[in-house]
């Protein structure tokens, strides 16, 4: 996906939620939780690792106050962050961004595992 037809790039000013020199915030349109959130960098890149110094601290700077703010407007108990990253993981969008998974106790049966859960069969290491 080229930067002209990103979605990312191309974001109306009112579904920004934070914003900080290189990096924005915005709710997730399809969430899998109350205030999921997705964090990114400005600049159209579609990889973590190539990502610049610069790019890296705010992107990492807007995730603690992305959690901050979800901390206070919806209390969740923990939360899983979420990076998919190159050819394998079948990116449906090309543009960089960290998933912050707000959970809340009770919404799953066994929490146990976490982000392991993208590769089932291999998932669950522990015995009951």
């Not at 939780?33 to 610049?52: A, E, N």
Request: aromatic share 10%.
């Amino acid at each position: 996906m080229s930067k002209a037809s990103c979605t990312f790039c191309a974001l109306p000013a009112e579904r920004i939620l934070l914003l900080v020199d290189e990096a924005m915030a915005i709710r997730d349109a399809f969430p899998v939780s109350q205030g999921y959130t997705l964090v990114f960098p400005c600049r159209h890149v579609g990889s973590f690792f190539k990502l610049t110094e610069s790019e890296r601290a705010c992107v990492l700077q807007l995730l603690a106050q992305a959690k901050a703010d979800l901390d206070l407007s919806f209390y969740p108990n923990g939360f899983n962050i979420g990076i998919d990253d190159g050819d394998a993981v079948r990116l449906t969008f090309q543009h960089l961004h960290l998933q912050l998974i707000p959970r809340y106790r009770g919404d799953a049966s066994d929490p146990r595992g976490g982000v392991r859960w993208v590769l089932p069969a291999k998932a669950k290491y522990w015995t009951e």
